[in-house]
Structures are given as C-alpha cells and as structure tokens.
C-alpha cells in the first residue's frame, strides 16, 4: 500500500472505553474508525457465513481466528486508500495480529495508546453498558443512562444488552485480555510506539487526554 498514512491503535481491556473514544478521535482528526468487534458484531447480526463462523465464539469471550480478523482490517484498510489515516479498537489482539498489522502498514507511523481502567471500573462499565439496536447509540445504565428507562433517547427503540456483557462471560474476555492482549503492549513499547492514558476519568476527561496525546504524535 503507498504513501504514509497514520495508524493509532487503541489497546486496553474490555470496557476500557476504546469504542467511545475512537468514535470522538475519528471525527476529530479525520481518521478512519475500524472496530473489528462492531464489524463482527454485524456480522452475527447479519447472519453472513462469516457471522455464523464467529458468533459462538464471540458469546464465549473468545478471540476470533486471526485470519479471519486480519482479512476483515486489511480488507477495510484497502478500502479507503485515499484516508488520511485509521483509528483501529480492538486489533490487534495479540502480538501475532499486531505483527500482521505491521506488514500491512508497511513504513506508516503506527502508534499504540492505552486506556488504563481498573478492573472493578471495567465490570461495572460492562454489565451496565446497553446499545441501541435500531441506531446503535450506547448508553449505560450507571454512568450515562437513557431519560426513559430501556429506551432509547435518539430513535424510541428498546435497548439490548450485548451477549458477551454477561458476568461469566466478563471474566472469560478479562482473563483472555491479560494472556493475549497484554503481550501486545510489550510489543509496542519495544518498538518505541507505546503511551497510556488514565481511562478511569469521565468520558470528556479521557477525550481531552486522547485528544491531547493524538495532537502531539500528529505533530
Ligand atoms: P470488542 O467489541 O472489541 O470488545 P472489547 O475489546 O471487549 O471492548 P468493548 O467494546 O467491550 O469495550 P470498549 O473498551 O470499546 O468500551 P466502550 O467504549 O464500549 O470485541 C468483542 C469480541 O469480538 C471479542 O471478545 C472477540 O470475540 C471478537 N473480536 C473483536 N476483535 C477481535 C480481534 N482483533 N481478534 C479476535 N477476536 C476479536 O465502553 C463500555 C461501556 O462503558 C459503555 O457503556 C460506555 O458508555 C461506558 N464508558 C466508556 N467510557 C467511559 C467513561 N470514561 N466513564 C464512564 N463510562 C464509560
């Protein structure tokens, strides 16, 4: 792929608020937003072939193949060739998808960022979280509620809960998360591409320490 296009990589555990904040990066700094688990999550909707492949998996807490995951982020990459750059939550995964994405963005400036939450924080995010499944507005019934209960505010429809923000299931992404995900950190930050971020603040907080960060490394 030719010329140099930004790649900022959003890493952090399930709940983090890696979804939340890319959305805001995106517009802000004109990147593409590439979220496997959202582009996953249509596909199960869907009932594609590829989201029947997957979507057991997905309700289990479990990573999807790499090969499939790979194929969808250099598909999208491809697609918008002519982008000033890309904003990826949730790849890479471990440090065999990050080595991939290296591949891919072959001479790019890719830099990791990520959002630090304390584990308590993350469960309480996760199991309050609900998504609009007429707009796909997120809302959580603990930090940011709709103004009528289980309804959603921009469309009128009812509000789900996701399948995998049940308990057990939780702790099967967090322990996947610390045995696959962490390593990738290590990664970055041997390659000298690697910043945190206090993630445990209110949404607008964390965007303004996001926006900050991402401002410095535009430069
Ligand atoms: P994915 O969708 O990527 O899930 P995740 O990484 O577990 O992340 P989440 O979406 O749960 O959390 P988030 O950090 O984005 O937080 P959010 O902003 O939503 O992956 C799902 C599944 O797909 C995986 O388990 C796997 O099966 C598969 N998959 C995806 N990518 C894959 C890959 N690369 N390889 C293999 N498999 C893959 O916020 C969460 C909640 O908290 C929301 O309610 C939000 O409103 C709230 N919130 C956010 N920030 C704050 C804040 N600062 N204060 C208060 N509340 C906040």
């Known amino acids: 792929m030719s010329g140099k296009k930004k790649l900022i990589i959003l890493l952090g555990p399930p709940g983090a608020g890696k979804g939340t904040q890319a ?38 807490g479990d990573l999807v193949p790499d090969e499939l995951v790979g194929e969808i982020v250099r598909s999208c990459i491809e697609k918008h060739s002519s982008a000033a750059g890309f904003i990826l939550d949730g ?36 199991t309050g979280r609900r998504y609009c499944p007429g707009c796909g507005k997120i809302y959580n019934v603990y930090f940011s509620p709709p103004s009528t209960e289980g309804i959603c505010d921009a469309c009128g429809t009812e509000l789900v809960q996701r399948r995998d923000d049940r308990e057990e299931v ?13 390593p990738v950190i290590d990664y970055f930050s041997s390659l000298g591409r690697y910043f945190e ?3 445990s603040k209110s949404v607008p907080h964390v965007a303004q320490a996001l926006s900050e960060l991402v401002g410095v490394i535009e430069k």
């Open 23 to 60: 959305k805001k990066i995106s517009r802000e700094f004109d990147l593409v937003h590439i979220s496997t688990g959202d582009i996953l999550r249509n596909e199960v909707r869907d009932g594609t072939e590829l989201g029947s492949k997957v979507k057991e998996i997905m309700n289990a």
């Open 91 to 126: 790849y890479p995964r471990n440090v065999t998808q990050a080595e991939f994405l290296m591949c891919i963005a072959d001479g790019w400036p890719v830099y990791a960022v990520c959002i630090r939450v304390e584990e308590e924080t993350l469960v309480k995010r996760l």
């Open 170 to 182: 939780i702790a099967e992404r967090l322990r996947v998360y610390h045995e696959q995900t962490r």
């Open 197 to 199: 971020i206090d993630g």
